[in-house]
């Protein structure tokens, strides 16, 4: 059974959940469980599952101001263990929260978050309706490939009450300086798929989840993907030395 | 170029190197690079490329006993970065490292270590005679195969002093206890290999090694395999809680 030297890791597994669910027993610190990233020209990142735990003390500094601006009733997009949801619980907002992992979704639950188990293009249809939708944690990248996220951000103005704002972060492909990003970036345009869209699968020992697309925007290209959808880019908040910005849109 | 969901990172280079390299020039701090193990049934392991620089106050209790009974003229093998190398120098003992990461050989040397770049099975024939012969940081491993292991042992009787010794440490694979490691182990058997030998390569980043065996032995198989080689195993030093060991091995 191991004489091929081809990975043959079952997919459909909840990779990312595991992880967190592991560190979580070993008391939520870093340096125990590790969640790999995996792109499908090899390239890995490797993600240590505490930062998925972590208090708001050790976010970068977008990360940090990225929640401040929530307020009324919030729903947290990809809310993973719940890390943006438990900062804003703790200064007094009303939270839902939304996960596809159900590793993460019980570990949110545990940890008192109000969370459902759900994918971000099928969202139940008694969420209710919000003041303030979050995709923080790179979640931006949720939403996947440009037809893909002109759905999603379309039918989040269904939960979306008057005057109700998106706020996201999001990785900027443009500005990784990794010369595997910019080739891979390339190749996508040469296809015809926008730069930013990576084919991923999250790793975790032997559990390996499907491959999924996870699309990284310019800011630019978020304002653009956005028209049309009923949701408009007011607001941009830019890190001048890590590729991660903070986007906010407003209904309307 | 990306629509296919197979990895189709190259082979041949040198993952934990990189990994290595990536982290000594951010200063040797944890949580910077990880060098990704993966099996060919698809379970990963994560290493902080930190632990192949870290200092011996960090390493477990059989980690710091093992090179501590190294005497005379000591010869390293597998010696990464030269964690233990730099240890017995600064007790002063005068060791020369062989590792084939061209990468870890490159930082050992920029820590004024004595290293070789030299694969295991083909070192070079001027290395000198040693004292004691070390297979440290769970270098058991690099034995490989029993038949590789036979020849290995067998070519390092040709580098021994009179009364040398080898110092190693070796995972027991039969206290491992995720299931995933029982199932490989017993598809192992099943097809005429050893439990423990696991086909293994490194990944970093968009860098791959190529697949090499790595064999997990229990310190019993491990005097079985020794036996004929010209050297016996004498001396073992278990942990309790942890499935690593130090074995010593004596020459005749």
């Keep these: ?89 703790r200064r007094g907002l009303d939270v839902r929260g939304v996960d596809n992992s159900p590793g993460m979704v019980a570990v949110a639950h545990s940890l008192g978050v109000d969370v459902e188990l759900a994918d971000l293009g099928a969202l139940p249809a008694d969420l209710g309706t919000f003041d303030t939708i979050l995709l923080l944690g790179g979640n931006l990248g949720l939403l996947g490939s440009l037809a893909a996220g002109r759905d999603i951000l379309s039918s989040l103005t269904r939960l979306a009450r008057s005057g109700a704002r998106i706020i996201g972060t999001g990785i900027n492909p443009y500005r990784l300086t990794h010369a595997a990003h910019q080739r891979y970036g390339e190749g996508n345009v040469a296809a015809g798929r926008m730069f930013g869209q990576y084919r991923m699968r999250a790793r975790f020992e032997d559990v390996s989840s499907d491959w999924f697309d996870l699309l990284l925007l310019s800011p630019q290209e978020l304002g653009g993907l956005a028209e049309g959808t009923g949701w408009t880019l007011c607001d941009l908040d830019e890190d001048d030395t890590f590729p991660m910005y903070t986007a906010t849109l407003r209904l309307g």
Tied chains: 1, 2.
């Design 1 to 89: 059974m191991t004489t091929t030297t081809t990975t043959v890791a079952p997919a459909g597994g909840d990779a990312i959940g595991a992880a967190v669910q592991a560190c979580h027993r070993a008391g939520s610190c870093a340096g125990i469980a590790h969640a790999v990233l995996e792109r499908d020209d090899g390239m890995l990142t490797v993600n240590d599952a505490a930062i998925y735990l972590s208090e708001d003390t050790t976010w970068s500094e977008v990360e940090r101001r990225a929640p401040l601006a929530a307020t009324g009733m919030v729903l947290d997009l990809g809310c993973g263990a719940g890390r943006h949801a438990r900062a804003l619980m």
